[in-house]
């Protein structure tokens, strides 16, 4: 399977695209048989509509840029996004992602900053049944990060999980193999570490959730059963 991660991270040595690139290509611990490229959105390093279709799978990063910012490179992103749900490319949005899939076919009204940052391990329950989220247990603990949100979905979407700060955790198109998700369950207990140390040198330090208690709250399978099941939709 030839999979395209757009990693939409500014920062080369930043951590989201190695976890989610370790997620994707050993989502439990064994090789998934993916063929992964990795191309970088901020760096105008994206593929052109014509090449996009060599791919079997297309996955979005998360990133530091607010959603709601506008720049020639994320008007290029918005046009792959909408070129990729088009041709029906099985897509996944992660964090920043999950957010520019909403943008993308809903328009700028669609994401705004959310009322209350949420860092940390977030409780998150499901609320409609998906193909992306077949196994999941109706409510887990995952890694959260971000301070924009998805408040309008594109029509015909359906809201697949919510938590408390988060009413869109994670959101599934109609008529397309398309699916958005908030949250980082690629994110482990060593990387949810250096983000809490990170918060915690700024000033004044954010509200963080459950910051001491990753080892009982991680869960590495919950990753593992997304990308499989992306990988079968």
């Given at each position: 399977m030839r999979v395209l991660l757009i990693d939409n991270t500014r920062d080369p040595d930043s951590w989201g695209s190695a976890d989610l690139r370790r997620a994707l290509t050993l989502p439990d611990g064994?090789?998934?048989g993916v063929a992964l490229t990795t191309l970088r959105a901020p760096h105008q390093d994206l593929p052109s509509l014509k090449k996009l279709a060599q791919f079997d799978r297309l996955v979005l990063s998360g990133s530091a840029t607010s959603v709601t910012e506008d720049a020639t490179w994320i008007d290029s992103l918005l046009e792959l996004i909408r070129f990729a749900v088009d041709r029906r490319l099985p897509l996944l949005g992660v964090c920043y992602g999950h957010q520019m899939l909403a943008r993308a076919l809903a328009g700028s009204q669609a994401v705004r900053k959310a009322a209350t940052p949420e860092i940390g391990w977030a409780t998150v329950e499901l609320k409609a049944e998906s193909s992306l989220t077949r196994g999941l247990p109706s409510s887990f603990e995952t890694f959260s990060n971000h301070h924009d949100e998805v408040c309008e979905l594109p029509q015909g979407a359906t809201v697949l999980?919510?938590?408390k700060l988060c009413?869109?955790?994670?959101?599934?198109?109609?008529?397309?193999?398309?699916?958005?998700i908030q949250f980082h369950p690629e994110r482990d207990l060593e990387g949810a570490a250096e983000t809490f140390a990170?918060?915690?040198r700024l000033k004044p330090v954010p509200s963080l959730i459950r910051a001491s208690e990753g080892p009982k709250l991680y869960n590495p399978a919950i990753a593992a059963t997304i990308v499989r099941n992306f990988y079968s939709s």
């Amino acid at each position: 399977m030839r999979v395209l991660l757009i990693d939409n991270t500014r920062d080369p040595d930043s951590w989201g695209s190695a976890d989610l690139r370790r997620a994707l290509t050993l989502p439990d611990g064994k090789a998934a048989g993916v063929a992964l490229t990795t191309l970088r959105a901020p760096h105008q390093d994206l593929p052109s509509l014509k090449k996009l279709a060599q791919f079997d799978r297309l996955v979005l990063s998360g990133s530091a840029t607010s959603v709601t910012e506008d720049a020639t490179w994320i008007d290029s992103l918005l046009e792959l996004i909408r070129f990729a749900v088009d041709r029906r490319l099985p897509l996944l949005g992660v964090c920043y992602g999950h957010q520019m899939l909403a943008r993308a076919l809903a328009g700028s009204q669609a994401v705004r900053k959310a009322a209350t940052p949420e860092i940390g391990w977030a409780t998150v329950e499901l609320k409609a049944e998906s193909s992306l989220t077949r196994g999941l247990p109706s409510s887990f603990e995952t890694f959260s990060n971000h301070h924009d949100e998805v408040c309008e979905l594109p029509q015909g979407a359906t809201v697949l999980a919510s938590s408390k700060l988060c009413p869109v955790q994670a959101f599934a198109l109609g008529g397309a193999p398309a699916y958005g998700i908030q949250f980082h369950p690629e994110r482990d207990l060593e990387g949810a570490a250096e983000t809490f140390a990170a918060k915690k040198r700024l000033k004044p330090v954010p509200s963080l959730i459950r910051a001491s208690e990753g080892p009982k709250l991680y869960n590495p399978a919950i990753a593992a059963t997304i990308v499989r099941n992306f990988y079968s939709s």
